[in-house]
């Protein structure tokens, strides 16, 4: 018999759980030279804190598929909210509040990546991807697709799409953007067109080499430049009946 899921939100407990998925879901050579060659576990107990702060931001949404009789957790997206009206996120804090916020989140996400990682690239990739998104966005209220998981087992049986069409409806009932980035290579893209979402733009590291040699670029199989993609979805139209 198949495996049924649940898709719901993800619980506070379950922030083991998504690290690992992250973790092994972060395989390609990019990552690679970003992050060095991590035993997923080790790079997943360094990422529990993180995710853990971020479940708890009023925000930031976990949805997760879950194993109907095990409980475990197959698949995982992560989303960050458009602040509400009225709410302490949008009242609360200026322009200046809010880069110097950023500025000190930045530096403790500098600080907690693990030995291995190449924290250079990591940040500068991080910053263009900012970059792009506010760019593509240009100051527009949207849902983020921050990051999405299955685990290796159960890849392939629609959980992803699952996961992301649960929000689809929550932004088409809002009538709000989505946004999304990926690499430019990622077979995934074809299942973020599927679902309605459309290229807007990109942001690409030219020259890799100013970061690792190119013996070992060449080793881990990247190009010496990485691309990514940045994806708007349109809210569907409301029906008048």
Partial sequence: MAAKFEVSEAEPQDADAIALLFALSWASPFTHLQFGQVDPAQLATSMVPRIAEQMAKENSRFVVARHQKTHGVAAVAQWTLPAEEGSESVNSETQEDSEERQQFEDEVYKRSLPDSSNRDLVMDFTLGLRRLREETLQGRKHFLLENLATH?????????????????????????????????????????????????????????????????IRQLGCDTRHTHVAFLRYPDALSDT
């Fill in 152 to 216: 290796p087992d159960y890849r392939g049986m629609g959980l992803a799409s699952r996961l992301i069409q649960r929000e689809v409806n929550f932004a088409n009932e809002r009538q709000m953007l989505m946004y999304l980035d990926t690499a430019s290579d990622n077979p995934a893209a074809s299942l973020y067109k599927k679902l309605g979402f459309e290229e807007q733009g990109r942001n690409t590291i030219e020259d890799l080499s100013k970061y690792a040699s190119l013996d070992y």
